[in-house]
Each structure stands twice: as C-alpha cells, then as structure tokens.
C-alpha cells in the first residue's frame, strides 16, 4: 500500500491544521493506522493510532484533547484533525499502515511495514 501525507504548512499558536494521508494500491480497510511525527534532531514519536474497525483510538499524551485522528475507508483515506496548535507540535507528519490483528505494539515505529513521505508542520509562537 502506498500512503500520501499532505495537509501541512505554517500556522500560528492556537492555530488548527488538518492531515489528510491518501491510501492507494489496497484498500486499508485491514489496517491499523497511525500518524508518527520527527522534529529536527528528536526521534520519530507515536502521535494516534486507530485500528482497523475503527473502535479503538490511542493518543500520545501530548495531543490528547486536541488531535483527533479519523478514517474513511470508503475514501481509502485517514485523516488528523489538530487543534489549539502549540510551537512544540512543530515537525514533520509521517502517516503509516500496519496489519497486526490487535494493535497491541501501536507505539513502536517499526511495527508498521508502510509509510507516507512525510508533511511538514510548523506552529510560529
């Protein structure tokens, strides 16, 4: 499966973006999905995940209240809603797919076998 990222840019503090990564080659209707985010000299980090049924979501505690990450399977398409914007959410946005029955390791980049090219975020203070 093939993932596109896109959606990112500039906003200010407080500010909203939303993340739109585009599924193409199968559908990800069986796929447990997830947004990673890396800013400059830091390691890749967990953002959200939502499984494959879409009942389960998992939030970093970071962005919990104001990220909301959502699928559309009839779209092939997951999204990441982010709101009241802070400076440190300032990165680049990698969506990824993996196919694990439980989505148990969600946390764990090397779990997912596929990966969008990355969005860049940046929040100005």
């Known amino acids: 499966v093939q993932l596109q990222a896109s959606g990112g840019g500039l906003v200010q503090a407080g500010g909203s973006l939303r993340l739109s990564c585009a599924a193409s080659g199968r559908t990800i209707s069986t796929y447990n999905m997830a947004w990673f985010r890396q800013a400059p000299g830091k390691e890749r980090e967990f953002v959200v995940g939502?499984?494959?049924?879409?009942?389960?979501?998992y939030y970093a505690d970071s962005v919990k209240g104001r990220f909301t990450m959502s699928r559309d399977n009839a779209e092939n398409t997951v999204y990441l809603q982010m709101s009241v914007l802070e400076p440190e959410d300032t990165a680049v946005y990698y969506c990824a797919a993996e196919s694990s029955y439980y989505f148990e390791a969600y946390q764990r980049p090397s779990n997912y076998a596929y990966w969008g090219q990355g969005t860049q975020v940046t929040v100005s203070s």
């Open positions: 939502i499984s494959w049924s879409g009942r389960n979501s």
